[in-house]
């Protein structure tokens, strides 16, 4: 039954994505806009398609049914609620299925947003694409990645469960679908630029309605990256956060664009400039995460988030090719018309430092994406296995990160068009007081090192500069100071700080130790006394689980743990953290007996990070300003866009060219 009525709902998805699609094209390009509105009731019948796949499989891996495939694959009689839930998502033909219900929930927004404007040719064509791509994700849930293929059910089978390591922190049930709903977010925007680059409306209409949008896809994806690197922390037993793993990278690649296209249509709203850069930035951020989601759900690339492996991989490729291309040949279709109005009067102006953003923001983008991809090529090309490890991007990734945080002191206080000597002096006095002193505090404390103080140094310095700001405008408008983009930006920027603070101090100070214990011995890291008293384990149908007690600096008592997965075989340690302000205490179970013989000896490994807990909070920072932008602020007298200065007459016309 679930099978049937689940591949129904997606043949019913893809058909009223492909008949919405062509209708909408038929009704654009015979300038009909009244068959336009037919649109909505194709683009409603997607909606009920995916909600229905999303529903009908959650009610299968509830009721256990193992006539599903997909269940057989996930499913388990002993696994809890809360990760039987998440099991949706713990594998490809699941993730296709929430992938495609967060891209019908975008579409029911933009639907209900824009349900005055449907015939207005720019919102008809944006309608076109978002079915398109739905239509895509559909194709693979009825083609190669079919979610709900029937199949008999071996006697006395109970299931095996998702991966263990997606059953075993709760956050699996915020980190995918925090990730996806950034990943799916930047559909939107796509599609308006596809469909402005279609009327020939380049100028900065079209920006407008898409800010908000682009602003909640970058912070859901913000926000999915941070809990990933906390996840991983919490899980993995490795005492890190982030590796360069190819997958972390392909979550990286989008957010990079991403961010620097946030920057960058700032110049072009203002001064009806960079209109190339913005339109290229937003369709490879819509391309990357196509291709992010052929490096997690292909199986091409080796990686512990690297889950599944099927038959979608040439599909997901084919598809990041034909939205490169397309996007490609558009914006060189539209090239006479993209010529910019203006030009950068200054170096020393805000125009100048975006635009110097967009080649850091484009320069780091590259650097992770060669070193992610290359080993792929390599072994596509001559069967030549390699590895491009932490040390290349490190060194490649410093650099970089460090003009950024420059820029983020700079680029608020440069004013429009250009500026004094003098004018930059005045602005930029108490930043550098503040990177100086943060230096200094930081000297007092004990802190060395070349690259941790310079990121002291350069994170007070754009701390100064965004308090600066905030400060401003707070003297100026109260409270409602905080909100609007450039406010919710500058929060955002000391959420950055915070974060590179964080990393900063957490890997150049960390202390890692590992000791062979008895019961009651200790051990000394860093200044605190880790004391084994006891060993203790319990188990299940599912699982057995064994834990030491460990006792920090004689008084609490933390249980670091290992887990092995009955039905596949698996061990996974589960470490326990005592979280600080200033440092965190992180401890994993590296051997335990196995025979349960309590007076044995147990391997245990002690990291102390230092300040980790502030990249945690400059996430939720991130987070933060990212709400506080999306909310219109409170403009000063003077300062509206100039954009309608630089309207072109094909912009005025809602006819496609």
């Not at 996840?231 to 997958?247: H, K, T």
């Not at 006095?429 to 000297?443: E, H, K, L, Q, T």
């Not at 051990?523 to 064994?546: C, L, P, Q």
Request: charged share 15%; hydrophobic share 50%.
């Amino acid at each position: 039954m679930n099978s049937a009525l689940g591949f129904a709902f997606s043949v019913l998805g893809l058909s009223a994505s492909v008949f919405g699609a062509l209708g909408g094209v038929y009704a654009l390009v015979r300038r009909t806009p009244h068959l336009l509105t037919t649109i909505r009731q194709w683009a409603g019948l997607v909606i009920i398609a995916a909600v229905g796949c999303f529903v009908v499989m959650e009610v299968a891996l509830f009721q256990r049914d193992y006539t599903v495939k997909f269940v057989q694959l996930v499913g388990s009689d002993a696994t809890p609620p809360l990760f039987n839930f998440a099991a949706l998502w713990s594998a490809l033909e699941g993730s296709i299925i929430l992938w495609t219900f967060i891209l019908a929930g975008y579409v029911g927004a933009y639907l209900w947003k824009f349900r005055k404007q449907i015939t207005d040719p720019l919102h008809g064509w944006t309608l076109v694409v978002l079915l398109t791509i739905c239509a895509f994700f559909f194709a693979l849930m009825v083609g190669p990645s079919n979610p709900f293929t029937e199949v008999a059910v071996p006697a006395n089978f109970v299931g095996q469960g998702p991966n263990p390591l997606l059953q075993n922190h709760v956050l699996v049930a915020f980190h995918p679908p925090m990730l996806y709903l950034g990943f799916v977010g930047f559909s939107v925007p796509f599609a308006f630029a596809i469909a402005a680059l279609i009327t020939g409306r380049v100028g900065e209409g079209w920006l407008v309605e898409t800010r908000r949008w682009t602003v909640a896809a970058w912070a859901f994806l913000t926000l999915g990256i941070v809990l990933g690197a906390w996840w991983s922390y919490e899980v993995l037993g490795w005492g890190g956060y982030w590796a360069w793993d190819p997958v972390e990278n392909a979550s990286l690649l989008p957010w990079l664009t991403g961010t620097a296209y946030l920057h960058s249509v700032m110049v072009q709203e203002r001064r009806g400039m960079l209109r190339v850069w913005n339109l290229s930035l937003l369709c490879s951020t819509f391309a990357l995460t196509i291709l992010g989601t052929f490096l997690s759900r292909s199986g091409v690339v080796d990686s512990v988030h690297a889950f599944s492996e099927g038959g979608v991989g040439p599909w997901m490729l084919a598809f990041f090719a034909v939205v490169s291309a397309v996007s490609v040949g558009l914006i060189a279709w539209r090239g006479d018309r993209l010529r910019s109005p203006g030009a950068i009067d200054s170096p020393l102006s805000r125009e100048a430092s975006f635009l110097a953003n967009n080649v850091i923001f484009g320069a780091l983008a590259f650097v992770v994406l060669l070193g992610t991809v290359f080993p792929l090529l390599a072994e596509a090309y001559d069967d030549t296995r390699l590895t491009i490890g932490r040390p290349y991007f490190d060194s490649m990734a410093r650099p970089i990160a460090f003009v950024m945080l420059f820029l983020m002191a700079a680029a608020p206080v440069l004013p429009w068009r250009k500026a004094s000597g003098e004018l930059l002096s005045e602005r930029l006095f108490w930043p550098a007081v503040i990177g100086v002193g943060s230096m200094f505090v930081a000297i007092v404390l004990g802190a060395r090192g070349f690259y941790p103080m310079l990121t002291f140094g350069l994170g007070g310095f754009a701390a100064g500069a965004a308090l600066r700001q905030v400060a401003l405008a707070t003297r100026r408008q109260g409270w409602r100071g905080f909100v609007g983009r450039t406010n919710g930006g500058m929060i955002v920027h000391l959420g950055v700080v915070l974060l590179a603070v964080g990393v900063a101090s957490s890997e150049a100070y960390k202390t890692d130790r590992t000791a062979t214990l008895l019961p009651g011995q200790s051990m000394e890291v860093a200044g605190h006394t880790f004391t084994y008293d006891s060993f203790a384990g319990d188990e299940t149908s599912a699982r057995i689980k064994i834990w030491a007690n460990v006792r920090i600096d004689g008084d609490e008592v933390y249980t670091p743990a290992q887990t092995r997965y009955t039905q596949r075989g698996m061990i996974v340690p589960t470490p326990s953290v005592k979280p600080g302000f200033t440092e965190d205490l992180f401890l994993v179970l590296d051997d335990a007996p196995r025979n349960g013989d309590v007076t044995a000896p147990i391997r245990l490994r002690v990291v102390v990070r230092p300040m980790i807990t502030w990249l945690w909070a400059g996430g939720a920072l991130m987070g933060f300003g990212s709400l506080l932008a999306i909310f219109p602020g409170r403009r000063r007298r003077g300062t509206e866009p100039v954009s309608a200065a630089v309207t072109t007459a094909a912009e005025r016309d809602p006819v496609p060219a």
